[in-house]
């Protein structure tokens, strides 16, 4: 990519001593290096170049600042530089000192490069352990996510994807699930949140993660937490139901308003089918879902849904609402050991009918595009002559 004499002159450029000029060149030059992927995997190597802009970031100049953390962030989003950027470049620490700081200004780029970093299995629990080592602790990154305002220059929305991937460990499950610090009490809220896709998917994704730890479903579904009305309410519509199917809904799912609008985003919508689903994994767990009847609110997602693969997940959770009940020792479907030539046979039909999807999908953009050209060849015809 760079001769090593041309990549030793531009590093020497990446110095808080440079001129401001000069730098604002060299790290411009890397931001637009990091627009390829050539580019990223080039520098995802350089240990060097990366430590120097992490200094930088301390620099004066918020152009420059800018430009570096931009390079952090295109640089996170590809795997091939997460090891060189956590464990060769010392990254972590620096980021999560000034994420505390209530009035820096980059906090936003921060949260996307700890959410980038956090994503991929092998470097979450790096990303975990500097959080709890670094004297700030999960219980403060809930604490700024969950206050309003904590940094006035910043969003910090992607601290949701952030809680969701950390999630993937039983450790972070462990402590958004433990009973005595209401942590899931409080992102509860934020399924509803309509000012931030990001945040609100990050809150969803956290939430199925949890639903994965059956051990706490009875917990989630009592009334100290009441999980299940918060993952409906997002999914339901307009549609008029009859008395009886009113009635037996969650009293927060009574009588909406002719409004209602379901959740727009469709991975949204699948994560909280999903996480329903994993609710059901408990013999008790599949008769609490049932008494507050959403089974009715999945059967009018699903004469809704446009979408084939949440149109899929609602079909899977239908089943297991209306199938009889497992045989004795089979009733946690978490637990039960599928023999080999079974489990090979269900993925070959998972994906078979994730091909149907993807071909249903293909189909559909098609007919939309040629009903697009087809609308723009209307409008661009000339007018005829009159008589």
């Not at 060189?84 to 949260?111: E, R, T």
């Not at 958004?176 to 899931?184: A, Q």
């Not at 809220?189 to 730890?213: A, E, H, I, K």
């Amino acid at each position: 990519m760079l001769a090593e004499d041309q990549a030793r002159e531009l590093l020497s450029f990446l110095s808080l001593d440079t001129r401001a000029d000069v730098k604002g060149q060299a790290t411009g030059y890397l931001l637009g290096l990091t627009g390829s992927k050539d580019g990223c995997e080039y520098l995802g190597q350089r240990v060097d170049f990366l430590r120097a802009l992490l200094r930088l970031t301390e620099d004066r100049s918020p152009a420059v600042v800018k430009d570096c953390y931009f390079v952090l962030v295109n640089l996170s989003a590809e795997e091939s530089a997460h090891d060189a950027l956590v464990k060769g470049a010392g990254l972590l620490p620096v980021l999560l000192k000034n994420l505390l700081d209530p009035g820096y200004q980059f906090s936003d780029q921060i949260c996307s490069i700890l959410s980038n970093l956090s994503r991929r299995e092998a470097t979450c629990p790096a990303v975990l352990r500097a959080i709890q080592t670094e004297e700030i602790g999960l219980a403060r990154i809930v604490e700024i996510f969950c206050t309003e305002g904590y940094n006035r220059k910043a969003s910090l929305h992607y601290l949701g994807p952030l809680l969701s991937n950390l999630t993937q460990l039983p450790e972070a499950r462990h402590f958004v699930l433990d009973k005595d610090r209401c942590v899931v009490q409080r992102l509860l809220p934020y399924t509803q949140f309509q000012d931030s896709t990001v945040r609100r998917g990050g809150v969803v994704g956290t939430l199925r993660n949890c639903c994965f730890d059956y051990s706490y479903h009875s917990w989630l579904l009592s009334d100290q937490v009441d999980l299940l009305p918060f993952l409906l309410l997002p999914l339901a519509g307009p549609e008029e139901l009859s008395e009886d199917e009113m009635e037996g809904l969650p009293v927060d799912l009574q009588y909406l308003p002719e409004d209602k609008q379901r959740e727009k985003d469709p991975d949204i919508r699948k994560m909280l089918i999903e996480a329903i689903n994993l609710l059901t994994a408990t013999k008790s767990g599949r008769e609490q879902v049932r008494e507050r009847n959403a089974y009715v609110v999945v059967r009018e997602l699903h004469k809704w849904e446009p979408e084939p693969d949440v149109q899929a997940a609602c079909e899977k959770l239908v089943q297991v609402l209306i199938s009889d009940e497992p045989e004795e020792g089979m009733e946690n479907l978490l637990e039960v050991e599928v023999p080999e030539e079974i489990d090979e046979k269900l993925r070959q039909q998972d994906e078979e009918e994730q091909r149907l999807i993807e071909k249903e999908r293909e189909e559909l953009l098609k007919k939309e595009e040629e009903k697009e050209n087809g609308e723009r060849a209307r409008e661009e015809r000339p007018a005829g002559l009159g008589r």
